[in-house]
């Protein structure tokens, strides 16, 4: 089944595991910085894209925020999570590149999303009711190649968006940190949050639909 | 509450962050509303299908030249 939830004691069970971790990097365990870069670098990666024009580009703001990490986690001070504070320093990095290459980003994420989910009329109603398939999806095999097929609906995404679903959904981060990591408000967070969960759920109904 | 306004809280409601007021108006709707609650039931779907999204591993010898680095900055 599809249901996942989160209890309190996650929250302090996490929080003893990363006084921990950071322990174990501060006094120069491997095993540990492995396990932090093979559990960060890919969503790493797929941000900092959104910021640069090249993978290649990307591929050097993430090598270059593992510098910043390994250097700075003797003076991390853990007010931030761990993985925020992470991300933070790719973000920075990752604007700094973005900038250096003078990419001129156009559609950052305010493309026009009227169109939408079928739409509503004037009065607020639907236009067209949307597709029945929520009860399907919980079937395991489908469900499996959903997940499959998020990765590409991610990318789709626009930047601005992208980046909001990748940390909150894909990553986990909470929305204080979210706004933290990317320098925007609340405000603007929830609504790219929104647009962003809408579209995977406009590509979702056409891939159901096509089955 | 008309179903453009229900679906404009939807995330919110997700995630929990909706004021009881909200909440109370929302439910109401959905109780009467076959279309939006099928429509809350696919954003969740949604949720959770991008919280099983997974990328490319990195490779053993990628690891290994940053664990390299790691190891030379606390050596020196």
Request: aromatic share 6%; glycine share 8%; hydrophobic share 45%.
């Amino acid at each position: 089944m599809l249901a996942r939830e989160v209890v309190a004691s996650d929250t302090v069970a996490a929080a003893d595991d990363q006084i921990a971790l950071i322990e174990r990097l501060r006094s120069g365990d491997e095993a540990a910085f492995a396990e932090l870069v093979r559990s960060h670098q890919p969503a790493m990666l797929r941000l900092a894209r959104g910021f640069v024009a090249s993978q290649a580009v990307a591929e050097e703001v993430v090598q270059d925020t593992w510098l910043g990490v390994v250097r700075g986690i003797d003076r991390f001070e853990g007010r931030s999570s761990l993985s925020t504070w992470l991300f933070k320093i790719l973000v920075n990095r990752a604007k700094s590149a973005g900038i250096r290459e003078q990419r001129h980003r156009t559609a950052r994420g305010d493309a026009d999303d009227s169109e939408l989910s079928g739409g509503f009329d004037a009065g607020g109603a639907w236009v067209t009711p949307p597709d029945v398939w929520a009860e399907d999806a919980e079937d395991r095999i489908v469900a499996e190649q959903l997940a499959a097929r998020a990765r590409e609906f991610l990318d789709a995404l626009p930047p601005n968006q992208r980046e909001v679903v990748l940390l909150r959904d894909v990553e986990g981060l909470t929305s204080r940190d979210v706004c933290e990591v990317l320098g925007i408000s609340e405000g603007n967070q929830r609504v790219l949050l929104h647009r962003g969960r809408t579209r995977v759920r406009d590509a979702l109904t056409a891939e159901m639909r096509g089955r | 509450m008309v179903c453009r306004a229900a679906v404009a809280l939807m995330s919110d409601y997700i995630d929990g962050r909706l004021s009881s007021a909200d909440t109370a108006r929302l439910e109401g709707h959905l109780a009467g509303c076959p279309h939006c609650s099928e429509y809350l039931a696919q954003l969740r779907v949604s949720v959770i299908v991008l919280g099983r999204v997974s990328f490319d591993s990195l490779s053993d010898e990628a690891v290994e030249d940053l664990v390299a680095v790691f190891r030379q900055w606390q050596a020196g």
